[in-house]
C-alpha cells in the first residue's frame, strides 16, 4: 500500500533515476563529461617513467584484494588502476611487482596484468611471477611486502584498494628508499596516513571516478556525472532549507518530516 509519508523518497528515486538514464544515453551517443584532472591519476606516468629512468622496479598492491566482502568495490576499483600501471609498465619496460595477501585475487590480477602486456605488445615480457601471492596471514604479508619494497628499492611504489593497518608500514618502508608514492582508499580510518605518508592521494570516491577516468568511458563518467548533479541539488536543498530556518520558516523542514520518513 502506497502511503503519502514515503512518497519524497520515491520522488528523488525516479529523479535519479531520470538523469542517470538521460546522462547515459547521452554517453552512448559519444558524450563526454568533463571530469577535473585527478592530481594521483595524472602522476601514475610519472611514477613508472622515474622507475624508467633509475632502472628500479614499481611496487603495486590492491590492499587486501577482497573480493566477497563489503570492499570488493574498492578491490575492482584498484585493479582498474593497475590495468593502467602494467600498460605503462610494459610501454616502458619498467619491472613491476604486484604482491598479494588473498590468494583469490591471484589469478584476476595476473590475468588483469597479462591483458595489460597484450595490449601494448609486449606479451612477452608477462609472466605470472609479476603477481606474488606472499602470505594469507596480514601480518606475515606486510613484513614480506615491506622486506621486498627494501630489498628491491623500488623507485615507484603504487597501493589502491582497501587497506588495513598495514597501509603506514607499506609507506613508511617506500618512504626508507626515496620512493615516489601514489595511494587511494575509501577506508576512512586509513586515509589520513595516506595523506601524510604518500604524495599523491585518491581520496574516497576519487578511486571509484579513477578507473572511468583513465579509461575515458563515456557510460561510467556519465553516471559518475549523475551522482553530482545529485549532490549539487541535496546541497542546495540543505543551504536553502539552513537559511530559512534561520529567518524563522520551517516549510522545507516540515515538508520533509511530511513525505520524507
Known sequence: MFKAETSLTLVVFLGLVTISIYLISKGKKGYLPYVRPIAAVESLEEAVGRAAEMG?????????????SE??????????ILAEVARLCARYDVELIVTLWKSVSVPICQEVVRQSYLEEGKIDA????IVRFLSDDQMAYTANAMG????REVASNILIGPFYMESLMLAEAAHQVGSIQIAGTARMYQL?????ACDYT?????MYAAGSYIG??????????????AKIVFL???ILGAVLETAGVSIIGDFIKAYGN
Do not use: M, N
Open 126 to 129: 608477462y609472466t605470472p611471477e
Open 192 to 196: 589520513p596516513f595516506f595523506v601524510a
Open 56 to 68: 628500479r622496479p614499481v611496487h603495486f598492491a590492491p590492499g587486501s584484494g577482497e573480493l566477497d
Open 71 to 80: 570492499y570488493a568495490s574498492q578491490t575492482i576499483a584498484g585493479l582498474q
Open 202 to 206: 585518491l581520496l574516497g570516491e576519487e
Open 216 to 229: 575515458k568511458d563515456a557510460i561510467r563518467l556519465a553516471s559518475i556525472q549523475a551522482i553530482d548533479w
Open 148 to 151: 621486498l619494497i627494501q630489498q
Open 236 to 238: 542546495a536543498v540543505i
